[in-house]
């Protein structure tokens, strides 16, 4: 059986693909910034999501 031979690529690090989180320690202003924002509270943290524009989302606690 012949060796198998592999062929590297390039791994791009994963945090220059993800949208970060803002945490922010007022979420009346997190909300107001785009008219698609929702605040949630989810496991005793707020948070403000918005799915048309991802980098809005904010946590608070």
């Given at each position: 059986?012949?060796?198998?031979?592999?062929?590297?690529?390039?791994?791009?690090?994963?945090?220059?693909?993800?949208?970060?989180?803002?945490?922010?320690s007022?979420?009346?202003?997190?909300?107001?910034?785009?008219?698609?924002?929702?605040?949630?509270?989810?496991?005793?943290?707020?948070?403000?999501?918005?799915?048309?524009?991802?980098?809005?989302?904010?946590?608070?606690?």
């Amino acid at each position: 059986m012949a060796p198998v031979a592999f062929q590297l690529t390039e791994v791009k690090p994963t945090y220059a693909l993800t949208s970060f989180m803002k945490v922010v320690s007022s979420i009346k202003s997190a909300k107001k910034r785009h008219p698609a924002c929702q605040v949630v509270r989810r496991k005793g943290k707020i948070y403000v999501i918005n799915k048309v524009e991802p980098r809005y989302k904010a946590r608070q606690g």
